[in-house]
């Protein structure tokens, strides 16, 4: 009890002796606060020591929040009977959006940068979605209005790594659009280093594309120069971090290059080391696709390499010297012949019934020019025997007389 009573008096005395010290060393305090309220006639915040401050704070947000609405309604006036719908009809479907979330949408398709530019004066978030997924960025790429792209990298709160319905970003729409201006907008862009990186590392899920095949199925030689010199000199990556991006049917840039032949571009990833031998779904590798296309430059690029495999099969049992047989490629046939470890009499036993050796193949399709390329190896063999019929049997059952005559310009053998 006398405890509590001390404790009272302590406290009641140094509460009169604080005001006291306030009302001496700042008389006119308070008559300042309430006399001095010309912050208020100005719009401005008042006094750090006023009482009120957060209350004026939140009354001059809601003036600004209303004037900045008044001048977002003067300015686009015209457009008041979109705002009553709020849905903005485009060849690529419907979008439900806000009136302000309307307006860029809309002036992004119509290509019109005046009105963006305008509506970035207002907070408005450009990352916003339509119906499809699609944002800001992956309208301005579809429509290859570089200028727009430019602006909206330049806003602080875009983001680069939104996926619309199909699976795509934005910067992919750019690469399959062939849109190299913006291509190098993006990869140039000196405050998205990470994120680029980061974006040509990730492809589209559904076909698993990344830019790099895209570069090579589009035979655009300027886009995949573009990568390679951005990831090798600005952000220092070796091209062979990407050798190994492969899309759904798992083919590297190396099969798709040989595929489109892109002979350039082959050239660069042999050069860099990418593995020759690498198989895709169909255990073909990127050789068998160079003879299927009948690139030259690339069958010699490849067939240099030493650690080349040129009688790989794949899963219909076909090596390369099958497919160029196959698909009548001559001077493909006697490329691969200058080979030394090629085997001309190899039959493909990945499958029942088994592949017929290349001769058996080029007698059956009646290719003159392909079975004089293969007589002249030494070590094609004129008397294998498939199903029980050699070379000449095939091709006297097709009355071929050529090539019975190739056949039998040497000693007789079994018929």
Same mark, same amino acid.
């Given at each position: 009890?006398y405890?509590?009573?001390?404790? /009272?008096i302590?406290?009641?005395?140094?509460?009169c002796?604080?005001?006291?010290?306030?009302?001496?060393?700042?008389?006119?305090?308070?008559?300042?606060?309430?006399?001095?309220?010309?912050?208020?006639?100005?719009?401005? #915040?008042?006094?750090?020591?006023?009482?009120?401050r957060?209350?004026?704070?939140?009354?001059i947000?809601?003036e600004?929040?209303?004037?900045?609405t008044?001048?977002?309604?003067?300015?686009f006036k015209?457009?008041?009977?979109?705002?009553?719908?709020?849905?903005l009809?485009?060849?690529?479907?419907?979008?439900?959006?806000?009136?302000?979330?309307?307006?860029?949408?809309?002036?992004?398709?119509?290509?019109?940068?005046?009105?963006?530019?305008? #509506?970035?004066?207002?907070?408005?978030?450009?990352?916003i979605?339509?119906?499809?997924?699609?944002? $800001?960025?992956?309208i301005?790429?579809?429509?290859?209005?570089?200028?727009? @792209?430019?602006l909206?990298?330049?806003?602080?709160?875009?983001?680069?790594?939104?996926?619309?319905?199909?699976?795509?970003?934005?910067?992919?729409i750019?690469?399959?659009?062939?849109?190299?201006?913006?291509?190098q907008?993006? *990869?140039?862009h000196?405050?998205?280093?990470s994120?680029?990186?980061?974006l040509?590392?990730?492809?589209?899920?559904?076909?698993?594309?990344t830019p790099w095949?895209?570069?090579?199925?589009?035979?655009?030689?300027?886009?995949?120069s573009?990568? $390679?010199?951005?990831?090798?000199?600005?952000?220092?990556?070796p091209?062979?971090?990407?050798?190994? #991006?492969?899309?759904?049917?798992?083919?590297t840039? $190396?099969?798709?290059?040989?595929?489109?032949?892109?002979? =350039?571009?082959?050239?660069? #990833?042999?050069?860099?080391?990418?593995?020759?031998n690498?198989?895709? /779904?169909?255990?073909?590798?990127? *050789?068998?696709?160079? @003879?299927?296309?009948?690139?030259?430059?690339?069958?010699?690029?490849?067939l !240099?390499?030493?650690?080349?495999?040129?009688?790989?099969?794949n899963?219909? /049992?076909?090596?390369?010297?099958?497919i160029?047989?196959i !698909? !009548?490629?001559?001077?493909?046939v006697?490329?691969?012949?200058?080979?030394p470890?090629?085997?001309?009499?190899?039959?493909?036993?990945?499958?029942i019934?088994f592949?017929?050796p290349?001769?058996?193949?080029? @007698?059956?399709?009646?290719?003159?020019?392909?079975?004089?390329i293969?007589?002249?190896?030494?070590?094609?063999?004129k008397?294998?025997?498939?199903?029980?019929?050699?070379?000449?049997?095939?091709a006297?059952?097709?009355?071929?007389?050529?090539?019975?005559?190739?056949l039998?310009? =040497?000693?007789?053998?079994?018929?």
């Amino acid at each position: 009890m006398y405890l509590y009573n001390f404790w /009272s008096i302590f406290y009641a005395i140094s509460l009169c002796t604080t005001n006291s010290f306030i009302s001496a060393s700042q008389p006119n305090a308070i008559t300042f606060h309430v006399d001095n309220l010309s912050w208020k006639k100005n719009n401005s #915040l008042p006094p750090k020591n006023f009482s009120v401050r957060q209350k004026e704070a939140a009354r001059i947000k809601k003036e600004k929040e209303k004037k900045d609405t008044e001048e977002f309604n003067a300015l686009f006036k015209k457009k008041s009977v979109t705002f009553k719908k709020k849905v903005l009809n485009t060849e690529h479907g419907q979008i439900k959006l806000t009136p302000s979330q309307l307006l860029l949408h809309e002036a992004c398709w119509n290509n019109d940068k005046k009105v963006i530019e305008k #509506l970035f004066r207002f907070p408005c978030n450009p990352n916003i979605q339509d119906s499809k997924g699609n944002t $800001l960025l992956h309208i301005a790429c579809n429509q290859k209005n570089s200028a727009i @792209v430019q602006l909206l990298l330049d806003h602080p709160s875009i983001l680069l790594t939104i996926k619309n319905k199909n699976e795509e970003t934005a910067f992919f729409i750019a690469c399959r659009n062939c849109s190299l201006d913006i291509v190098q907008t993006f *990869l140039f862009h000196s405050t998205r280093k990470s994120l680029i990186v980061i974006l040509l590392k990730t492809p589209n899920t559904i076909f698993k594309l990344t830019p790099w095949h895209i570069a090579c199925m589009n035979n655009d030689n300027n886009l995949f120069s573009a990568l $390679l010199q951005t990831t090798q000199k600005k952000f220092n990556l070796p091209l062979s971090q990407f050798f190994y #991006l492969v899309n759904s049917s798992d083919q590297t840039m $190396l099969h798709v290059a040989c595929m489109q032949k892109q002979a =350039d571009i082959a050239s660069s #990833l042999i050069n860099d080391e990418a593995n020759p031998n690498v198989t895709d /779904s169909y255990f073909s590798t990127p *050789l068998h696709y160079a @003879v299927k296309s009948g690139c030259i430059p690339i069958i010699e690029n490849l067939l !240099k390499h030493p650690k080349i495999d040129v009688n790989y099969e794949n899963h219909k /049992s076909l090596t390369p010297l099958h497919i160029a047989c196959i !698909k !009548k490629k001559s001077a493909c046939v006697q490329l691969l012949l200058t080979h030394p470890h090629i085997i001309p009499n190899k039959f493909g036993y990945g499958k029942i019934p088994f592949k017929p050796p290349a001769l058996h193949i080029a @007698v059956m399709n009646n290719d003159v020019e392909t079975v004089k390329i293969l007589l002249a190896d030494k070590r094609t063999n004129k008397t294998i025997l498939y199903q029980g019929e050699t070379p000449l049997r095939v091709a006297l059952s097709n009355k071929n007389n050529a090539i019975v005559a190739l056949l039998t310009n =040497d000693a007789p053998y079994q018929i």
